[in-house]
């Protein structure tokens, strides 16, 4: 099972601001119902939160600096080194 949502705002007419929430969900697949990391079959999820904010320079530049957080659990976690993560970004674009 997958979800997500999602929303962008601009709070200028030069900066916009966006952020999404993720999480899948995977049940037991070895048919015991576990719930552990001991097998990768286990029960177990996922969530990622992400935001990014980006600058207009021009029309045809901009930068971006995001982050993004993720975590997992139980089974989907079986052969993780980390169960959570967070990576951050910063950027620029030219638009064509």
């Not at 971006?64 to 674009?93: L, Q």
Request: proline fraction near 1%; aromatic fraction near 16%.
């Amino acid at each position: 099972n997958s979800f997500w949502g999602g929303a962008r705002y601009d709070l200028t007419p030069r900066l916009n601001l966006s952020g999404g929430y993720y999480t899948m969900q995977q049940n037991s697949y070895s048919g015991n119902g576990c719930t552990n990391t001991s097998a990768a079959q286990c029960s177990g999820n996922i969530q990622v939160v992400s935001e990014v904010a980006a600058y207009k320079i021009s029309k045809q530049w901009d930068v971006y600096g995001g982050d993004e957080w993720s975590h997992v659990m139980n089974g989907y976690a079986s052969g993780y080194m980390y169960k959570s993560n967070e990576n951050v970004t910063i950027g620029g674009r030219f638009h064509f």
